[in-house]
């Protein structure tokens, strides 16, 4: 596409400067000399455009973010480019910018698990990346994280008094030690949209506090998160406590450290399943 279009500004622009050409010198109000110039001063300016992942940041404009959202409804190239777009705006700084990307696309028709998985997720990892590869500074990543809590939390709508849940009390967790929780938090906004009550704990629940909240909140579904590689083993120990003092307790476990490994849980990593993985786990 972009190929097709600098051929055609060639064109054009050679089409002026053939024009040109034939006047008579005193007609010529563009001298020749600044048709290659001009094409030399457009591709540069389109190149520009192409520069991603430099360090600094840059404005997203309303054109990119969030004003053509028109299929929301995300297939597969949609999301990419709203993920893309999500990503900039993070990248810019951006709050406004990255809240008209994904409310935008809700707006369009995406659903909220399509959005979470498929748009901001991406995002989030690819910050991961560019963090590792330098390309960015703690700072930025911390500033990507709290602007997509953000994000999260103006989609949602304001807290009212509880409507009785139409399937029972969740209560979500990333064990002790674990700080990342934005999938937890993802996965707690698409289960109380799926009429679960949800109790939500956060980052880095200690593991005795976890174990008493499970006992006096009695919530009929515990998900628990780790995301940190050397915090499966924990994962595996917290879920084997509550399974032992709850056998029939609905088990969830979620988050890049979660393995199927552990026992009459129910792992999901693709939030577009939750809802389908919760209703039939053994699937
Ligand atoms: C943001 C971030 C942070 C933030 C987290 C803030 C917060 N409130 O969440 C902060 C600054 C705290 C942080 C700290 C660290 N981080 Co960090 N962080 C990230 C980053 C960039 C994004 C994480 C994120 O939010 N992703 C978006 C969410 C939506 O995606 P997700 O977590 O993959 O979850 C998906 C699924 O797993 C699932 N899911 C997740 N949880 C749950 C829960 C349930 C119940 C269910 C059903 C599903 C589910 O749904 C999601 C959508 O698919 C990642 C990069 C990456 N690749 O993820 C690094 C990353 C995870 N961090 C990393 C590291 C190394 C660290 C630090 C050690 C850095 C340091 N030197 O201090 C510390 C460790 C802190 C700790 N002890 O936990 C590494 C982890 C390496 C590893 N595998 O062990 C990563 C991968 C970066 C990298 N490329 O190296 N980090």
Redesign the pocket.
Known sequence: MTMIRIVMMLIALLRVRNRVGQLHPHERRWPNFWAPLSVIALLALWGLRGIRYGRSLYPVTEMSAGADNSMGRGTGRETERLSRLYLEALRAADGPGAYRVAAGALREGMTTPRL??RV??PA??E???L??QGALTVAD??LA?ALTNRVLAALRPAPVEAVAPRQGRAL?AAVE????????R??ADILEDAGYDPVYLG?DVPTEALLQAVESLAPDLV?L?A????LAPRLEAVAGEVRRAHPRLGL?????AASSRIDGATL????EL?FERIATPQA
């Open positions: 979470y998985q901001i997720a989030m990892h910050i991961g990346e963090w590792e990543e911390h994280t979500f030690g674990e700080q990342h929780a934005l999938g937890l993802m996965a980052a998900a998160a995301t940190m590689s050397t969830l476990i979620g988050g890049q999901v990593q693709d939030l939750l």
